[in-house]
């Protein structure tokens, strides 16, 4: 395979790359739900100004994935994880979790969490490859549909 992948950090210009890639999956397997949509909406105001950050994946020049780590005070939340479907197969997802969690220890860490759904089976089979282990879903989550909650010591 010959082919350049390269992780970078949000910029204003990709804004659009990180809803329209998230808004495509949540309609696939879900639906849009209102925190989506105002985390979506603006990213800055709600992922990188609080002290969070947004990596995408860029394919040839092209942005086809992204994930974010949201800094949710108590803890971080690996979220917002979204590849385009015509670049599905090719690892992106697995690269880009390989990255969050090499930053997270960058930055010192001791975990990070996610939430998602027990239907999303490959998704829920790389989080356990990659280390994540399972742990109650607080009564008051702000996802209507997790129906997981997992965490990465690291």
């Known amino acids: 395979m010959n082919y350049k992948l390269e992780i970078i950090p949000f910029e204003e210009k990709y804004a659009t790359h990180f ?12 639906y ?11 990213p ?10 947004i ?6 020049n092209e942005i086809v994935g992204v994930v974010s780590i949201i800094n949710q005070k108590s803890f971080y939340e690996l979220s917002k994880m979204a590849v385009n479907p015509q670049f599905q197969g090719l690892k992106i997802g697995l690269k880009l979790m390989e990255f969050s969690i090499d930053f997270a220890k960058k ?18 089979n790389l ?3 990659m280390g994540f282990k399972e ?7 702000h996802y209507e549909r ?6 990465l010591e690291l």
Not at 135 to 141: G, T
């Open 135 to 141: 742990i109650p879903v607080e009564e008051n989550s």
């Open 127 to 129: 989080y356990k490859k």
């Open 32 to 42: 849009v739900e209102p925190y989506d949509e105002k985390v979506l909406s603006n």
């Open 146 to 151: 997790s129906d997981i909650k997992m965490i």
């Open 55 to 60: 990596f995408f994946a860029k394919y040839n």
């Open 19 to 30: 809803y329209d890639l998230n808004v495509e999956w949540l309609k696939k397997y879900f």
């Open 44 to 53: 800055k105001k709600y992922v990188i100004d609080p002290g969070g950050f």
């Open 107 to 124: 930055q010192n860490w001791k975990s990070i969490t996610l939430y998602s759904h027990r239907s999303l089976v490959p998704a829920i």
